[in-house]
């Protein structure tokens, strides 16, 4: 076993969950991450912690989607099962990454309607969503699968405790920050977050990790914002996205590709129309794009803005957060643009102003 990967689990197992002797753990992953899976049960084994292993699968997802003809229920079993736990790891290990792709749109925000009772409660535990890679990510990010594995683990080896610090600065002034405008090509956008709470996310639960993010007051986003960077939902890759928004709510769309992905996605409920989420990227070790979020969105020298839920953690005891079934985040370079808090100017082509 590539030591790397042992390295990995035990990062999950002390650093994003801190996992105890007794916790109850469920881990949620494919056929592809079965080494780390092995990895995980030894350093649970050694704490003392109760493991269950979920198989995951977009094929066998895909399987029954396109076979199921009636109205979805909640399967309380997996309910359950995030309510009698402790910690949550999900590892992202898909050998195909188009397994959705002839599912309809409708019958997976459907899916995410339904089961949003389930993301509740797994994000309720202490979790963490992490990567093993795989040739089709690989493939998605145009590398062969030993340059891949590079910079997975490039990004994911870190000393989180100084990237923890390093992101303190900015972090500390999100937080005191009343308005945040992004200035980057086309795109133009503002939004108040005052009473909001900023995030420090340094690993706790994505692995990788490297951004400070809050959620924007959900009716006082305005302006336009063009994503110059592609993303893959349920499977689904839009391209050139492009959305305008007045009194928080998106009133016109368009997207260069697949546009009718992001129409279904707009109208899964009335939250995904509004922003839940603003973050900064900080991780420099991330030096590419490889159209898997969980590393993009991280990059440095980037901004994302989340359609859909805002996370409870960032919702002042004064305010509301964005309530949707889904959160999808959609990024933009601002290496050539400039990041203002009440309209000072904190970051300028890819530097912060501390730094």
């Keep these: 076993m ?18 105890h002797s007794g916790d109850d753990v469920v881990i949620a992953a494919g056929p592809e991450a079965h080494e780390l899976v ?11 912690a109760n493991p269950t292993t979920l198989y995951t699968s977009g094929e066998a997802s895909r399987a029954h989607l396109r076979a199921h003809d009636e109205e979805f229920t909640l399967p309380e079993h997996t309910l359950a099962l995030y309510e009698a736990c402790d910690v949550a790891i999900h590892a992202r290990s898909d050998p195909n990454l188009a397994a959705l792709n002839d599912v309809p749109g409708t019958r997976l925000a459907e899916r995410s309607r339904v089961h949003k009772p389930i993301t509740e409660e797994r994000l309720s535990t202490r979790w963490c969503l992490t990567q093993h890679p795989t040739n089709a990510h690989a493939q998605t990010a145009d590398l062969s699968l030993a340059a891949y594995r590079d910079f997975v683990y490039g990004a994911i080896l870190r000393d989180w405790d100084a990237v923890e610090e390093y992101q303190d600065e900015l972090r500390r002034r999100l937080e005191e920050a009343s308005t945040v405008r992004v ?6 956008i503002r939004m108040r977050v005052d009473g909001m709470h900023a995030i420090n996310s340094a690993g706790r639960h994505n692995m990788p990790s490297g951004e ?69 990227g900080t991780n420099r070790a991330i030096d590419r794009f490889t159209k ?15 359609l859909g839920r805002a996370y409870d953690a960032n ?3 004064e305010r ?14 601002t290496s050539a643009g400039r990041i203002e808090f009440d309209g000072e100017t904190i970051q300028e082509g890819g530097a912060f102003v501390w730094e």
């Design 292 to 306: 898997n979020m969980l590393f993009d969105e991280k990059m440095g020298e980037t901004v994302h803005l989340a």
């Design 212 to 280: 400070v993010f809050t959620a924007p007051v959900p009716d006082s986003v305005e302006g336009t914002v063009l994503f110059d960077k592609p993303l893959i939902h349920q499977g689904r890759e839009m391209g050139g996205v492009r959305l305008v928004f007045d009194e928080g709510e998106v009133v016109e769309s368009s997207a260069e590709r697949n546009g009718e992905a992001l129409d279904d996605l707009l109208h899964t409920d009335d939250g995904a129309r509004r922003l839940g989420e603003l973050g900064i």
């Design 315 to 317: 919702v002042g005891a």
């Design 2 to 19: 590539d030591t790397r990967i042992e390295d990995h689990a035990r990062i999950l197992v002390d650093w994003s969950t801190d996992v």
């Design 38 to 48: 092995v990895a995980l049960h030894r350093e649970l084994g050694e704490r003392g």
């Design 183 to 188: 200035v980057a090509g086309e795109t133009d």
């Design 320 to 333: 509301e957060g964005n309530d949707s079934a889904v959160h999808v985040d959609m990024i933009l370079d």
